[in-house]
Nanobody
Framework: QVQLVESGGGLVQPGGSLRLSCAAS????????MDWYRQAPGNEREWVAT???????TYTDSVKGRFAISRDNAKNTVNLQMNSLQPEDTAVYYC?????????WGKGTLVTVSS
């Protein structure tokens, strides 16, 4: 059974940092691109970052230079290091992967940026 479990969310002040992790219980992890999405209150879910199976990374413009996605294939984890956090980064952050026609999502972890 495919399971993605996010952790690391919390309350942080503007300018602070958080590191999110996603533990993936999948046997195709090393072959899969992994993504982070987020959904702010009242907004649609939006893509944040992707790391391919080969380690190439892409980011949405609003987080470039502040966020870094990484993966550890030995531990089946994907991480999102978030620096210089701003109130507009407040959202539930979701881990995602896709295999053939199937999308897999975690339940999310809440990040709140507030003073």
């Amino acid at each position: 059974q495919v399971q993605l479990v996010e952790s690391g969310g919390g309350l942080v002040q503007p300018g602070g940092s958080l590191r999110l992790s996603c533990a993936a219980s999948i046997n195709f992890f090393s072959d899969s691109a992994m993504d982070w999405y987020r959904q702010a209150p009242g907004n649609e879910r939006e893509w944040v970052a992707t790391i391919t199976s080969g380690g190439a990374t892409t980011y949405t413009d609003s987080v470039k230079g502040r966020f870094a996605i990484s993966r550890d294939n030995a531990k089946n984890t994907v991480n999102l290091q978030m620096n210089s956090l701003q109130p507009e980064d407040t959202a539930v952050y979701y881990c995602h992967t896709r295999r053939f026609a199937w999308d897999y999502w975690g339940k999310g972890t809440l990040v709140t940026v507030s003073s």
